[in-house]
């Protein structure tokens, strides 16, 4: 069974900081990996998706990259905003059978200013 | 453009009970997903569909029942509700498996 870890599960930081943000699963053999962000009392917002044949992909100030082999993604974030507050969670789509989503607990990402 | 649409927002039922929550996309999507949210657990998927008339199951789909009998509405149903379905509801809809997904703004439900 897929498991899907991020860490940290909290973060505090001062406004124009560059973020890493971790999320590690057990099963490599992935369709795609997604990163969303949640605001309080929101539904989630798709940041970035990458498939499986693809290493990173860049919006913005967002870059995200896929390491298969270690099973890890990182979500880097550039000069912080306090708009970036939010929860971060990425999910796994296994490749194969019914391409179920895993979705990792997320990251409470605080930026003040 | 109002993306995906949950109703009701809030809800609460008395054990026994049953209700549908109704979940409305316009972006013209195949896809769609039925999740539940609860602290601790992180989204879990109950049921899903890939197109008009199709369903399947998801992780956790026992105790709920689908439909999806318009390309653009996606059903979910109770039809005895209990404590442990206390939760918050999340709809989304994407193109495709491999096309990013985009969720409603929940629908909070507590059964007493």
């Known amino acids: 069974k897929q498991e899907v870890t991020q860490i940290p599960a909290a973060l505090s930081v001062p406004e124009g900081e560059n973020l890493v943000l971790n999320c590690s699963f057990t099963d490599s053999a992935i369709y795609n990996l997604q990163w969303f962000r949640q605001d309080p009392g929101k539904g989630l917002t798709s940041l970035l998706l990458?498939?499986?044949?693809?290493r990173e992909q860049t919006s913005g100030r967002l870059n995200a990259s896929l390491d298969k082999s270690s099973g890890r993604s990182t979500l880097y974030i550039a000069a912080s905003q306090p708009g970036d507050s939010a929860t971060y969670l990425c999910a796994v789509t296994r490749a194969g059978g019914s391409y179920i989503p895993t979705f990792g607990r997320g990251t409470s990402l605080i930026v003040h200013p | 453009n109002a993306g995906v649409t949950q109703t009701p927002k809030f809800r609460v039922l008395k054990t026994g009970q049953s209700m549908t929550l109704l979940c409305a996309q316009d972006m013209n999507h195949e896809y769609m997903y039925w999740y539940r949210q609860d602290p601790g657990m992180g989204l879990r998927l109950i049921h899903y569909?890939?197109?008009?008339?199709?369903?399947a199951k998801g992780e956790v789909p026992d105790g709920y029942n689908v439909s999806r009998l318009k390309k653009q509405n996606f059903l979910l149903g109770l039809e005895s509700a209990a404590p442990s379905q206390t939760s918050v509801y999340f709809c989304?809809?994407?193109?495709?498996?491999?096309?990013?997904?985009?969720f409603g703004d929940g629908t909070r439900l507590s059964i007493l």
């Open positions: 569909s890939v197109g008009e008339g199709t369903t």
């Open positions: 989304a809809s994407s193109q495709g498996r491999n096309q990013p997904q985009h």
């Open positions: 990458i498939q499986s044949s693809q």
